[in-house]
């Protein structure tokens, strides 16, 4: 007879049978038979949920349970198995980022919401002077005035002038030690880099009426000079503001409807990395224009999901992925990018916060999604996968009370069984005995 703890311990979902008649009931004439102790245990893996059934082992007699789950026969199947894990994300524009004005001013003329702007375009307008779209990744951040310049920025201006069809001439090659002008206008003579030519006049002594050296120059030194406070050694990936370049830029200026100066202010240019689509305007003609102005993004769309850090699993940058649209078509995609950021609670010292990841996903057919400014997507992350081996339902597994797991025959016999991968409701299994095709119990 169950204990009174017993009676009231609701986890419990045993249905014992016990051997023999109920003495208080005319059950004399009932054949004994044996009964298993079965009891529901839930199997939560990675891959999906099951039901099974536990093995007590113990022996007994009577009727059979009134309620439980239902068991039916199915056959182990070798097949292929693939482990996916569906999240959700969303579709929208990369890069968004916030354009603030440079300098003073008033706004004058801002694009409409949606447009799309590419290099050599204008993105806004501050005192009728254009603000021109430039590609790359090192933004000004000096006014370009001064010849025999060097630096990443310089090089931003002269690959795009170039790239726009103005002739720059040829650009001092790394290891070159370069002179600077006093002002704009003059040559900024160049000492030539080992097998390159010279470009301008190499610095030297300065001739005197008398056909003398000028002073300050010591018409004795020979060789390359060492590099001073009015000197630069060109770096790779730098740019050199040479006489050639700042002709090249008053022709661009004159294109886009700019004083012909040669220089370039930091209003003058907006530099991104490719072109850019106007997201929401901020500002409105008349504005001061250091304040924000518009945000943009990029052209291209890629799908963000947040991730617990907990549950990045596998997912790892190149991954195959499956992007659910709205309208239930599938789009195929690849991770594109990691990123972990830590958020911390306001105003609570000591807080560590709480670690999120997002994974960016890039789709292999952007025009699929072109109709589609920003709406929730599923992402599917492709898995392990495995080829031709041999499973059943999860609920076909029985969890052994002395450990591991077993299948139930047709005829009642348990054949112990290895588990690997779990994957949409299946198991694979292997073990001596295990055969495809043979029939097993499962739970329906």
Known sequence: MASERDAGDTMALRVTVQEGADPRRPTAGRRKKKALCLAVVAVLLAGGTGAGLLWDGQDGTGSEPESGPKVKQIAVVR?????????????????????????????????????????????????????????????????????????????????????????????????????????AGATAPVTPGPGQEETTPPAGPSPSPDGGAGQGTDASQEGPPSPGPSQSTVKEGDGVLTTSLMSAIKRWQKAVGMDQTGIVDLSDVVVTK???????????????????????????????VPVESLDMGSIKSGQQVTVVLPDRTTVPGRVAAISTVVQG????????????????????????AESIDSAPVQARFQGESKKGVLAVPVGALLALREGGYAVRLSGGRLVPVDTGMFAQGLVEISGQGVNDGMKVETTA
């Open 79 to 183: 097949t292929d198995m693939s482990g996916s894990r569906e999240m959700q994300g969303m579709l929208g524009y990369d890069s968004p980022r916030t354009i603030r004005g440079a300098g003073e001013g008033r706004v004058t003329w801002l694009p409409n919401r949606g447009a799309t702007v590419k290099r050599g375009r204008q993105l806004y307008r501050v005192d009728e002077r254009p603000a021109v779209i430039f590609y790359g990744s090192t933004p000004l951040y000096r006014r370009l005035d001064t010849p025999g310049s060097v630096g990443r920025d310089i090089r931003v201006v002269a690959d795009n002038l170039r790239a726009l069809g103005y002739d720059i001439g040829a650009q001092p090659a790394p290891g070159t030690v370069v002179r600077q002008q006093a002002s």
């Open 345 to 368: 609670e306001q105003g609570q010292s000591g807080s560590t916060g709480q670690t999120k990841t997002n994974v960016t996903v890039s789709l292999d057919d952007p025009q699929s």
């Open 274 to 304: 490719s072109a850019v689509r106007v997201s929401d305007v901020l500002a409105q003609p008349g504005d001061e224009a250091s304040g924000d102005l518009m945000t943009v993004t990029a052209t291209t769309k890629s799908v963000t």
